[in-house]
T-cell receptor, first 115, second 111 residues
Framework: GAVVSQHPSRVICKSGTSVKIECRSLDFQATTMFWYRQFPKQSLMLMATSNEGSKATYEQGVEKDKFLINHASLTLSTLTVTSAHPEDSSFYIC???????????FGSGTRLTVV | KNQVEQSPQSLIILEGKNCTLQCNYTVSPFSNLRWYKQDTGRGPVSLTIMTFSENTKSNGRYTATLDADTKQSSLHITASQLSDSASYICVVNQAGTALIFGKGTTLSVSS
């Protein structure tokens, strides 16, 4: 089946540094990738939608200069949290739409802790 | 407003028992409804996907129902196992656009 590999699974970084999260589609081409953030006991909140080769579309209230998304190939999308602060600590999850069906497959998530 | 409401918020059951989780939605236009299982610290994993014309769909011990007229869905888990302990998320795909997520039901199965 369609698999999205997300790395790292956990990362701890110092305040002010940047962190990159990668999502790779292993056995299919992901023309569209979604990035979500999830706080404890809350539902997934869509941050942005990226299409391969074009600029990402950010949801209202999400700072595009802080959360840099790159989708340069059909199998790789990255989210970079720039100048991270403790309030950016959260669970970040990517998802790809599987073409030809109704499926959306999710990565395993990245737990970001900013200290 | 497009919303997905799930109940109960949390549930504790004994191993081997059955349970039913509820999902009500007001999303329009409707494309499909999905149930996901999310283990703690992991990404969601798809259980079922149902379109407008489907009333029920099973995946092993998981059976989902959909009433598109009343905009309600349920997820029934039979003969629960300890590994069923997770958050179960109802997601409605708004036609042509976004996935609308419920907040999930946290299920705890105890021995």
């Amino acid at each position: 089946g369609a698999v999205v590999s997300q790395h790292p699974s956990r990362v701890i970084c110092k305040s002010g540094t940047s962190v990159k999260i990668e999502c790779r589609s292993l056995d299919f081409q992901a023309t569209t990738m979604f990035w979500y953030r999830q706080f404890p006991k809350q539902s997934l909140m869509l941050m942005a939608t990226s299409n391969e080769g074009s600029k990402a579309t950010y949801e209202q209230g999400v700072e595009k200069d802080k959360f840099l998304i790159n989708h340069a190939s059909l199998t790789l999308s990255t989210l970079t949290v720039t100048s991270a602060h403790p309030e950016d600590s959260s669970f970040y999850i990517c998802s790809a739409r599987v073409e030809g069906g109704y499926g959306y497959t999710f990565g395993s998530g990245t737990r970001l802790t900013v200290v | 407003k497009n919303q997905v409401e799930q109940s109960p918020q949390s549930l504790i059951i004994l191993e081997g028992k059955n349970c039913t989780l509820q999902c009500n939605y007001t999303v329009s236009p409707f494309s499909n409804l999905r149930w996901y299982k999310q283990d703690t610290g992991r990404g969601p994993v798809s259980l079922t996907i149902m379109t407008f014309s489907e009333n029920t769909k099973s995946n092993g011990r998981y059976t989902a129902t959909l009433d598109a007229d009343t905009k309600q869905s349920s997820l029934h888990i039979t003969a629960s196992q300890l590994s069923d302990s997770a958050s179960y998320i109802c997601v409605v795909n708004q036609a042509g656009t976004a996935l609308i997520f419920g907040k999930g039901t946290t299920l705890s199965v105890s021995s």
